[in-house]
């Protein structure tokens, strides 16, 4: 790994420091150098905001009484906190593409700061797949960007979505990026994300997308990184293959479950599988809880048109 010409890629490895638990080095680089709030990242995290405060205090209390220096680390050091770095990366951009507060639904200065950061960790590090993997996972979403709102600014679905509007440049770009990590064969995480994203992306309409692909390569990503989210997305590709009811028992298992909690994506994919069922009462009443968990004003805007759908 060469040197760090890049600032503020060279803060997020010093912020990264192995003396920190995973999850403290994360959340600690996010606020310091990757410009979110306590909480945006209490959010990305599935915590409360003041969970997440304290965590951010002790780790920087941890970082004082140990004489943690803000330093930049030599080259093996910088490999060891790659992965950390690839997640806080991850996590600004996705922060950026859907915003967890606020009147808007898209932050184009974090996408593209991700995007750019992710790019030059690239240049870096040419033979790591997971680095590629994540770019492509990046263009791939980005590319979608102007099909996702709206002249008004309003939430478009994707199956909704005009695709003349995605940018098919940076589709390929992606998909080329993508095609080289693969080829390395060591798949992580990255790469079955941007598998997902290239599934979407090359779709010729919303009705071809190829919906058993998607959820099998959701099921390979939940076995290698589960997550909450990774299973709600599963559930998700599982009810368009095979039916919102099948899709329903698995969002009511993870509700049962209480890991996603009040979690806004839960409750409104929910609504969305007992409207499909026609199962109004029940489905106004969990768009009304999703309304409930403070959406951002598109997302807001959008369940307040499903409800007036339903009558």
């Not at 049962?256 to 969305?272: I, M, P, Q, V």
Request: charged share 25%; with cysteine; hydrophobic share 45%.
């Amino acid at each position: 790994m060469d040197a760090i010409a890049d600032d503020q890629l060279r803060l997020i490895f010093t912020c990264c420091h192995p003396a920190l638990s995973p999850d403290a080095q994360v959340a600690l680089t996010l606020r310091t150098s990757g410009g979110l709030t306590t909480g945006e990242i209490a959010r990305a995290f599935l915590v409360p905001e003041a969970t997440m405060a304290q965590r951010l205090v002790r780790a920087k209390r941890k970082i004082l009484a140990a004489g943690i220096p803000f330093a930049v680390p030599e080259a093996p050091q910088r490999a060891e906190r790659l992965d950390v770095v690839l997640h806080v990366l991850y996590l600004v951009f996705n922060e950026g593409y859907r915003a967890t507060a606020g009147d808007q639904l898209i932050r184009r200065d974090l996408c593209a700061e991700a995007i750019r950061l992710a790019r030059v960790l690239g240049d870096l590090v040419p033979d790591e797949p997971e680095v590629d993997g994540l770019v492509a996972l990046m263009l791939l979403h980005d590319a979608r960007r102007e099909g996702r709102l709206d002249a008004a600014g309003d939430l478009v679905l994707l199956a909704d979505q005009d695709r003349d509007l995605w940018d098919r440049d940076q589709i390929a770009l992606g998909a080329a990026r993508l095609e080289r990590a693969l080829s390395e064969r060591r798949i992580g995480p990255y790469q079955l994300e941007a598998a997902i994203a290239a599934a979407h992306s090359t779709a010729p309409s919303a009705e071809e997308t190829d919906w058993v692909d998607i959820a099998g390569l959701y099921g390979l990503l939940a076995r290698i990184a589960p997550s909450p989210v990774v299973s709600l997305n599963r559930a998700v590709a599982i009810a368009m293959a095979d039916g919102p009811a099948v899709g329903l028992a698995l969002v009511d298992q993870l509700a049962a479950e209480e890991t996603l909690g009040d979690h806004l994506l839960l409750h409104s994919t929910r609504a969305d599988l007992l409207r499909r069922l026609d199962r109004p009462a029940e489905a106004r009443q969990a768009y009304e809880r999703a309304l409930a968990l403070k959406p951002t004003g598109p997302e807001a805007r959008f369940l307040h048109r499903r409800l007036d759908e339903m009558g």
